[in-house]
Structure formats: C-alpha cells, structure tokens
C-alpha cells in the first residue's frame, strides 16, 4: 500500500504561481510512475505531468512550458511548480502513484483557484 498526501494549491491571480508537493508513505519502494491529475467531471481526471523514476517527464499540451514536475525518489516525493496561471487551471489537483503491479494511489486533492 501507498499513501500519499499532498500539500499546497490554494488561491493565485491570474499570471501567478503556485507549487503543488506530495509526500508518499509506505510500500514506497514499489512505486514507479508519479504524476498530477486534475479532476475534469465528476468521473473523470485528465493528466497534467507524468514523471518515471529515471526522471522522464510528460506534460499535457496545456500545461507545457508553465507547469515543471520533479521528483526526489530518495524523500519519496513529487512536486508540480506551476507558472503563468490561467483561469483555466482552477480546478482540483490529485497526486498519483503507480506500483509495480500497476496498482494507482491517490491523495486527497488540492483544490486551485485561479483568479483573472
């Protein structure tokens, strides 16, 4: 099992940043791929930023060159530092992890919002 709690999120404007962190615990060395969702209806969560252990990054269309994803395998967490805010970003952000069965953990959420 993982366990994963995020930190961060809260209120920006427009053009602003925030810097989204999430700390896993438990079967941590299990965990491959890490990444930031956002939460787009009510069944459905799009990725924003991917990131494997060897470093190796994907970001969503929408969010590349504003949003930067990182992670430190030896603290076993994963940050996501977003830039140049848009309305469009608001929204609630999920931290995943994915193991070596293929199994997902999710945290909590952190809600974004983002002023124009």
């Known amino acids: 099992q993982v366990h994963l709690v995020e930190s961060g999120g809260g209120l920006a404007q427009a053009g602003g940043s925030l810097r989204l962190s999430c700390a896993a615990s438990?079967?941590?060395?299990?965990?491959?791929?890490m990444g930031w969702y956002l939460q787009v209806s009510d069944n459905e969560r799009e990725v924003v930023a991917l990131i494997n252990k060897a470093g190796d990054t994907d970001y969503a269309d929408s969010v590349k060159g504003r949003f930067t994803i990182s992670r430190d395998n030896a603290k076993n967490t994963v940050d996501l530092q977003m830039n140049s805010l848009t309305p469009e970003d608001t929204g609630v952000y999920y931290c995943n992890a994915e193991d070596d069965d293929r199994t997902d953990y999710w945290g909590q959420g952190t809600q974004v919002t983002v002023s124009s």
């Open positions: 438990g079967s941590t060395s299990r965990i491959n791929d």
